[in-house]
Structures are given as structure tokens and as C-alpha cells.
């Protein structure tokens, strides 16, 4: 079964950086997209930031300019790096692997908790 494990979140000041982790084993990590997504209090979960297989990104505008997703493929690992944090930035963030073989299925981490503090 392919399971993803994040981790970095914590506390921060606002204007403050953190970098979160995502490893992924049971497939073959090259071939997936992989995305971070947010789910704040009272909000919907919201997608943030992807990387493709041939590293296109997306990102969700509010975080264009200050957040950056990139990959390690000899990790098996995702990473977003979180610059200029906001207290608006406060959300559990949870890592997802699309994976693609005879479906395309997703599958989740459990999350990991930023908070900024002004």
C-alpha cells in the first residue's frame, strides 16, 4: 500500500519559513504527481501547491511568490518551503500522491499542523 508520511509543520512568527516534508513509499515516486493541500478551520480543503512528474507547478494564488514545491526523486520525497508566512497560512497541511497504473487513484497523508502567530 503506498504511504506518506509528512512532516515539518509546527509554530512560527509571521514572516517566518518553515519547510514541510512528505516521503512516499509503495510506488514508484518518480511517476506521480504530488500536491499539497491545506484545511483551515471552517474552511474547505484547498489545494496549494502540485508538481508533475516533469516538474510543472501550480500554485493556488494566494501563496504565489512565497511558497515553492519541489521534489527529490532519489528521496522519494516532496517538499514545500513556505516563506513570508501569513497567519492566514494556519491550516493542517496534508501531502497526496496521485498514483497512475491501471487506475488513478489518490492517496493521502495524515496531515501536519502549521500555525503562524502574528
Known amino acids: 500500500q503506498v504511504h506518506l508520511v509528512e512532516s515539518g509543520g509546527g509554530l512560527v512568527q509571521a514572516g517566518g519559513s518553515l519547510r514541510l516534508s512528505c516521503s512516499v513509499s509503495?510506488?514508484?515516486?518518480?511517476?506521480?504527481?504530488m500536491a499539497w493541500f491545506r484545511q483551515a478551520p471552517g474552511k474547505q480543503r484547498e489545494l496549494v501547491a502540485a508538481v508533475t512528474s516533469g516538474s510543472n507547478t501550480h500554485y493556488v494564488d494566494s501563496v504565489k511568490g512565497r511558497f515553492t514545491i519541489s521534489r527529490d526523486n532519489a528521496k522519494n520525497t516532496v517538499y514545500l518551503q513556505m516563506n513570508g508566512l501569513k497567519p492566514e497560512d494556519t491550516a493542517v497541511y496534508y501531502c497526496?500522491?496521485?498514483?497512475?497504473?491501471?487506475?488513478?487513484?489518490?492517496?493521502w497523508g495524515k496531515g501536519t499542523q502549521v500555525t503562524v502567530s502574528t
Open positions: 509503495g510506488t514508484d515516486f518518480s511517476s506521480n504527481t
Open positions: 497526496k500522491a496521485e498514483v497512475r497504473s491501471y487506475e488513478i487513484r489518490d492517496y
